[in-house]
């Protein structure tokens, strides 16, 4: 969040934010009107406060010099003060609640170097790499959820039987070409110095404020014991959406020691999402869905250090699609694509193949985001009390906060069906996962099981 100090002296920056994020529904003004309110009757309750300190001291005197009519017009002084200062300091209250919730829904300020623009077109491409060198793909690449099925590697059919749309079976060598996916990535950012975390699935609602999905996308999370629309308490649970969620949190309300950071975590875990995106094509299959696994990177860093620590978790970030040699860009994104929490962000997207989009490659097929590579400045730190002390004789300070998906797995997995695919309709298994799948190359598929493999009766 915004810190009010900032909010008071530089509302035209804040409204600027506000405009090129493309927030709605946040009133600025009224916020700055309950802020100044608020300064005034603090204020008052301070005058307040110390003249009944006044009075009351001069109440023992009176009555020791016998004047006890003046004694008891300061007594009845100091009870009218006391009320009006407990009315006062009411107001006040109420009014930093307000001023609290209200803080809550300012987006946090765009870095100077973030083009503007309003939505996924003036997103501004940083690079390309791998398309030096494609490898010889089939004239016609099946796209994945059709090859999926046809060597019963998704399900889709099933899984929406089990819990809905949105959700599916992944299968047989799918499955264990996931879980080696899940160990590739994790070992290359070990390599990159990062520590392990195994976070806690349902998170509660402090730590979803933390981070920024509350109250702003509530509806977005799948939330645990209770209706969706009700009003919600500091404990309340959410199945996390992301592992940003609980591992930014494991230090709130901490001060960490300069000697501590940079802080660099790592973390696997599966993601639950309610919004499902848009129907067609560039959502049907493995690429938009309600759960999915995914490594997270989290960061926290001095101030001093953040954007340079940025530019190096895009770089740790990619490395993985660099090994398996999946040809990706970059993105710069833009003030309006950009996301409520960050400052800055960039966009990895893959190159997968198998359908061609309007915004996809001139040679066809289209991009997948595989990861956000952000940093929040001291957005997410205010929220969730992030800081650090620079020495041990100095006041704490907020730290920096930074994150990136490290990749999301399912989307990685739709990029090597597509351009890791053979004339034969098999799958050569990247290079690198190889030592994950003991030594399997290709993938050829499984017969499927039951009745409606064959239509009907007993398998030839």
């Known amino acids: 969040m915004l810190s009010r100090q900032f909010v008071r002296e530089h509302p035209e920056t804040v409204r600027d934010a506000i405009e090129r994020k493309g927030v709605t529904g946040v009133d600025l003004d009224e916020i700055l009107e309950i802020d100044e309110e608020w300064r005034e009757l603090k204020a008052e309750g301070d005058g307040l406060r110390q003249e009944r300190n006044e009075v009351s001291s001069k109440i023992g005197q009176l009555k020791q010099e016998g004047k006890e009519e003046e004694a008891q017009e300061a007594i009845d002084r100091s009870q009218e003060l006391k009320d009006e200062l407990q009315d006062v300091e009411a107001r006040a209250d109420e009014l930093e609640s307000q001023l609290e919730d209200a803080l809550l829904e300012l987006p946090n300020i765009p870095h100077e170097s973030v083009p503007t623009g309003e939505g996924e077109a003036d997103n501004v491409e940083r690079y390309r790499e791998g398309f030096d060198d494609l490898r010889d793909l089939p004239d016609e690449v099946v796209p994945h959820y059709d090859l999926g099925e046809d060597l019963d590697l998704l399900d889709f059919e099933r899984g929406a039987k089990v819990s809905g749309g949105g959700y599916q079976f992944v299968k047989g060598e799918g499955a264990r070409l996931e879980h080696a996916l899940i160990q ?23 730590s979803m404020e933390g981070t920024g999905q509350l109250p702003k996308f509530d509806e977005d999370a799948y939330r645990v014991g209770a209706r969706q629309d009700d009003d919600y308490d500091s404990d309340d649970l959410w199945l996390l959406p992301t592992a940003e969620v609980p591992v930014t949190n494991m230090y709130r309300g901490e001060i960490l020691l300069d000697d501590d950071l940079p802080v660099k975590h790592q973390a696997f875990s599966p993601n639950f999402r309610r919004e499902a995106g848009e129907h067609g094509t560039e959502t049907r299959g493995y690429v938009r869905v309600h759960q999915f696994h995914k490594v997270e990177l989290v960061n926290f860093v001095r101030p001093e250090n953040s954007y340079a620590r940025l530019e190096g978790l895009l770089d740790e970030a990619a490395e993985v699609l660099d090994r398996l ?10 003030t309006g694509d950009m996301g409520f929490t960050q400052a800055k962000k960039y966009d990895v997207e893959v190159w997968a193949p198998g359908d061609d989009m309007a915004d996809g490659p001139d040679r066809g097929g289209r991009w997948l985001e595989v990861s956000s590579v952000s940093n929040f400045e001291d957005f997410q730190a205010r929220r969730a009390g992030l800081r650090y002390r620079p020495e041990r004789h100095e006041s704490a300070d907020y730290l920096h906060t930074l994150n990136g998906s490290g990749l999301a797995v399912p989307r990685v997995l739709v990029a090597i069906m597509e351009y890791y695919q053979n004339d034969d309709g098999t799958i050569t298994v990247p290079e690198p996962l190889r030592p994950y799948m003991g030594g399997q190359e290709v993938i050829e598929g499984s017969e499927k099981i039951g009745e409606s493999a064959v239509g009907a009766g007993e398998k030839d």
């Open 325 to 334: 040699e999946l040809p990706y860009r970059v993105l710069d994104m833009c």
């Open 184 to 206: 590739f990535m994790l070992d290359v950012h070990r390599e990159q110095e990062y520590v392990d975390v195994l976070p806690p699935i349902p998170v509660n609602s402090d």
